[in-house]
């Protein structure tokens, strides 16, 4: 290789796109970067209408181009979830998230859960029509009747037969959160 003066935008121009950001296409910076999807997201696709939308983006000018994540990026992306006890993800979503840490790439996304997941496991997100998270989400599950703590996954309390409920444990957010 020789001349080093050739200007390449520093850092990856990926973008992976969930499917209701299909229909936020219009918001998006211009598309001279590449848009990466998953298989996931295109049979999980929420309505009929993001279903049309993705294979019409897919197949304008090539430049959505679908990618599955390896089993590597998915397990990273199942701890980076459970570590913050998010459990509202969608198989699609991993996939999403899985598909970041490997690439290196950005996530388009509207979905606090999704965004919250990039989040905690340092992957950076791009909300469309919606102002975004502020800050990393942690999630606490009790239950209601006795107030016994359980991991992630428990529906219904093994002592007093309650449910189990999730809560929000606030990190940093606004002057004076306490509870
Ligand atoms: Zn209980």
Same mark, same amino acid.
């Given at each position: 290789?020789?001349?080093?003066?050739?200007? #390449?935008?520093?850092?990856?121009?990926? !973008?992976?796109?969930?499917?209701?950001?299909?229909? @936020?296409?219009?918001?998006?910076?211009?598309?001279?970067?590449?848009?990466?999807?998953?298989?996931?997201?295109?049979?999980?696709?929420?309505?009929? %209408?993001?279903?049309?939308?993705?294979? @019409?983006?897919?197949?304008?000018?090539? #430049?959505?181009?679908?990618?599955?994540? /390896?089993?590597?990026? !998915?397990?990273?992306?199942?701890?980076?979830?459970?570590?913050?006890? %998010?459990?509202?993800?969608?198989?699609?979503?991993?996939?999403? !998230?899985?598909?970041?840490?490997?690439?290196?790439?950005?996530?388009?996304?509207?979905?606090?859960?999704? @965004?919250?997941?990039?989040?905690?496991?340092?992957?950076?997100?791009?909300?469309?029509? @919606?102002?975004?998270?502020?800050?990393?989400?942690?999630?606490?599950?009790?239950?209601?009747?006795?107030?016994?703590?359980?991991?992630?996954?428990?529906?219904?309390?093994?002592?007093?037969?309650?449910?189990?409920?999730?809560?929000?444990?606030?990190? #940093?957010? /606004?002057?004076?959160?306490?509870?």
């Amino acid at each position: 290789m020789g001349a080093s003066s050739e200007s #390449k935008p520093a850092g990856p121009a990926l !973008l992976i796109l969930d499917s209701p950001a299909f229909l @936020q296409l219009h918001r998006l910076p211009p598309l001279e970067r590449e848009l990466l999807t998953t298989p996931q997201v295109v049979s999980e696709a929420v309505s009929a %209408e993001a279903r049309i939308r993705v294979a @019409q983006a897919a197949w304008a000018g090539g #430049k959505v181009r679908i990618a599955a994540p /390896g089993k590597v990026g !998915l397990a990273r992306a199942g701890r980076a979830a459970a570590r913050i006890g %998010e459990t509202k993800l969608s198989a699609a979503d991993m996939s999403v !998230l899985a598909l970041a840490l490997e690439t290196g790439a950005r996530v388009a996304t509207d979905d606090y859960a999704l @965004q919250n997941a990039c989040r905690a496991a340092g992957v950076g997100f791009v909300p469309l029509a @919606q102002k975004g998270i502020a800050s990393e989400r942690k999630y606490s599950f009790a239950c209601i009747g006795c107030g016994k703590a359980f991991p992630p996954g428990k529906a219904v309390c093994d002592e007093c037969g309650n449910p189990v409920e999730r809560r929000i444990l606030r990190g #940093k957010v /606004g002057p004076s959160g306490g509870p």
